[in-house]
């Protein structure tokens, strides 16, 4: 089979502040993923030397070794970054390894998303793949909860369009500020205790951030829906959607790789 008739892999890569994740996905299955700290700066390079490091650890059900070269030509790519210094960094990074130019999630690109806010070009890149991946896994109307750096909450109505959201800090960044705010206070490691009434200054601390954050989420649900008129499902996504899901007082779903898969249903969109 030539380069030409091949199922392209479609390679999905989301910049967070945090964390650079990568997807691989081929014949509509997600193959593979990796994730890498994202640094404050970056050069395309680098950014290159990232995704040929992701695809050398491959299997060959993928159809992607380094030993072939050529097959990185079967490759195409879509793009979602809010860290804005590393945007065009990392554009040129995927423009260089892929067969066409790489998709960037920015205005004007199809989402299939009913938009009912103020200014769209203000809502994250992650938010909107996050939204089209839950839509089309869960339906609607839904609430959207990704346990992240931040606590970001999208809302999609009856009629399956994005009505607003909320955003929080999350765990980490609760954890870090009370560290940097009480000279005693020590960074913790993002663990349940067992008990409500923590023993020591640690356990104290992950019980207070962690079950505050689910308490918060309880409440903030509640409030959605008393705003909505009426009840939705809940999905949860992100680095602490595991940790966090078992105690909530509502039934909910865990979405993995949401903003994974968001990335490539928009690429399907957009590339028919």
Not at 106 to 133: H, W
Not at 156 to 163: E, H, N
Not at 229 to 244: F, M, N, P, Q, R
Request: aromatic content about 6%; hydrophobic content about 40%.
């Amino acid at each position: 089979m030539t380069v030409e008739q091949q199922t392209p892999c479609i390679l999905a890569v989301d910049v967070a502040n945090q964390v650079t994740r990568f997807g691989l996905f081929k014949n509509d299955q997600l193959q593979a993923t990796w994730g890498i700290s994202t640094p404050a700066s970056l050069t395309a390079d680098e950014a290159q030397m990232a995704v040929s490091n992701f695809l050398d650890e491959l299997g060959s059900d993928c159809s992607l070794r380094r030993e072939s070269p050529e097959l990185y030509s079967s490759i195409e790519a879509i793009l979602s970054c809010v860290v804005p210094d590393l945007s065009i960094t990392w554009f040129e990074a995927l423009r260089s390894i892929c067969r066409q130019r790489p998709l960037v999630i920015s205005p004007g690109i199809r989402t299939g998303l009913k938009m009912n806010y103020n200014d769209p070009s203000e809502v994250g890149s992650d938010r909107i793949a996050d939204m089209v991946a839950a839509k089309e896994l869960f339906g609607y109307p839904l609430v959207i909860i990704d346990c992240d750096t931040t606590t970001n909450y999208q809302v999609l109505d009856r009629d399956g369009s994005y009505v607003g959201g909320l955003i929080a800090p999350g765990l980490a960044l609760a954890a870090e500020t009370l560290s940097k705010a009480a000279a005693r206070l020590p960074v913790i490691e993002l663990s349940l205790p067992s008990m409500v009434l923590g023993k020591n200054t640690r356990e104290s601390i992950q019980s207070g951030i962690i079950r505050g954050e689910a308490a918060s989420i309880n409440g903030l649900i509640e409030m959605i829906w008393q705003e909505l008129g009426y009840k939705t499902d809940i999905v949860l996504s992100g680095e602490h959607a595991e940790l966090l899901a078992p105690l909530l007082s509502c039934e909910v779903e865990v979405g993995n790789n949401l903003t994974l898969t968001g990335l490539f249903e928009i690429y399907k969109l957009n590339r028919k």
